[in-house]
């Protein structure tokens, strides 16, 4: 059938190997760990109504609760050089570690591949997720959804009129019920 055709092609497109002394490098071997981009849209400080954007207090809040549940787990931030001009109140170190604007596609990709889930934007985290098959929740507010939805069965979304009716509690909640 031709759904059946279209499901195909999304979960098998792309296989890129990724970097695979990236994982190495970084010391991830055997670490669990979850994947955030707290920033999209290149950077652009577009907080408000119309945002693409979570807004940063809430990944603040987030990344409390995911550490505080999943003691065993790591939280990766990525994003591109245009994010990494936006502050994030969350400091590196014990089981942190801010890689944004720090790593190649490749080593991105890696990180993803190796993750335990991803929590993103409408963004191309959320498609190199989604086409991987890989574990991921993307926040959705006012943006063309039917063009920039997930389309895999790991694949798991919030929508909302505004970034800022999404929780903290929102997000966790998905993440909880759907890690196994």
Request: with cysteine; hydrophobic share 35%.
């Amino acid at each position: 059938s031709k759904k059946k055709i279209k499901e195909d092609i999304f979960s098998k497109y792309f296989n890129h190997p990724g970097d695979l002394n990236c994982i190495r490098k970084l010391q991830l071997e055997n670490v669990k760990y979850f994947v955030i981009q707290p920033f999209c849209a290149n950077g652009l400080n577009n907080f408000g109504k119309f945002s693409k954007n979570w807004p940063s207090k809430n990944f603040e809040i987030l990344t409390k609760i995911l550490l505080n549940n999943y003691k065993e787990s790591y939280i990766i931030f990525v994003g591109d050089h245009g994010d990494s001009k936006n502050f994030l109140n969350i400091s590196s170190g014990n089981r942190i570690l801010n890689l944004i604007s720090k790593t190649s596609i490749d080593e991105l990709i890696s990180i993803l591949k190796n993750s335990q889930f991803i929590i993103c934007h409408d963004s191309s985290i959320l498609h190199l997720s989604d086409s991987m098959s890989l574990k991921n929740l993307s926040l959705f507010g006012p943006t063309k959804f039917e063009k920039n939805k997930p389309h895999g069965s790991n694949s798991f979304f919030i929508r909302k009129s505004s970034m800022s009716l999404i929780s903290p509690n929102d997000v966790f909640e998905i993440i909880q019920n759907n890690i196994k």
